[in-house]
């Protein structure tokens, strides 16, 4: 009984560790973006049906009345597909940076599981910042890591082809490409961009405009200014969400010469981009909420303003565990925002 009940708990901790690996506080930035770019779509797809009373119709408003019948017709089927991919993508990035700093050793130390308890400096007597576990630097084995984020990104693949054959919209095989080697390319390879402080640039393109557009275009068939405006805020709040993992990470980094944006600028600097980057999130999200919800969708985007001021005020104490859940809950605050927005706004 106690042999079978070490293996139980043995394979419960490896399946934990696995789903740690997964970095699930990042998981965020990839579902909002197209959440986000879903309801932008949404938004185009219902002005569609709109035409002034005419008799006879306009042919203009008959096809757009038989467009708009055939985009609804197969919207949930390519929303769910564009989650999987998202999702999936995310997690193989995941993996693959794990395999990648694990054989490089960027992740070396990283093998205590994160517990409650703020662990102290002795000599400094400040609390060390929490560092979630690492797959290879606990002892898996690099092929299996490689091997799951293979797996993850092969998931992402089959889901996003589907996607694309039920859209017609073939030009975002090429999107998917790009993102598949802009994933592996992040540490990856010779020269990773991730360690050239190019990370944040990164996760703009690909989580913000091209998560989102790439969402709006195969729902829609087509992008607009607002599907633009949301991108670029989403993008703004995946960089967030990295700048503050890379605060963490800083002194860790510096020692391994990985040389993140947040290496690069020192720690003042970067907490001064990061609040550069909270306060244009902020400005354009009161430019797209007034448009799509005036008054009252004003009023729920500043009820949420205390999240990345205490992000903020969070990362300058060192107190980064917060801080990157208030990041996360930002990303899915603003889609959560934009989508009630289409809805409500909408009525």
Known sequence: MTERANTQNTMAADWKLWIAGTRPRTLPASIAPVAAGAACAWAHIRALGVCTEQYPEPTVCTANRAL???????????????????????????????YSDGIRGTDDGRNVPDSDDEPFD???GEPR????QRLVASGVPAKRVLAAAGIAAGVACVAGLAAIVVSHAWWLLAVGVASLIAGWFYTGGKHPYGYAGF???????????AAVLGTQYALA??????????????????????MVNNLR???????????????R?????????????????????????????PGWGVLLMISGIAVPLRMMRSAARHEFRGALMDAGYQTLFFAAL???????GGL
């Open 68 to 98: 708009q019948s055939a985009l609804i017709g197969r919207f949930w089927p390519v929303v769910v597909l564009c989650a999987i991919v998202a999702l999936a993508l995310q997690i193989a990035v995941n993996y693959a940076n794990d």
């Open 122 to 124: 002795a000599l400094l």
């Open 129 to 132: 910042p929490r560092k979630p």
């Open 199 to 209: 990370g944040e640039l990164g996760v703009f393109l690909f989580f913000g405009l």
């Open 221 to 242: 068939g087509t992008i607009d200014l607002t599907g633009i405006l949301v991108a670029v805020c989403c993008g703004l709040n995946a960089m967030m969400l990295l």
């Open 249 to 263: 990470d800083i002194d860790e980094d510096q020692r391994h010469g990985k040389r993140t944006l947040a290496v």
């Open 265 to 293: 600028l020192g720690e003042g600097n970067s907490r001064t981009v990061l609040a550069a980057c909270v306060g244009a999130e902020l400005l354009v999200s009161i430019v797209i909420v007034s448009a799509l919800w």
């Open 338 to 344: 934009i989508v009630l927005c289409v809805i409500v």
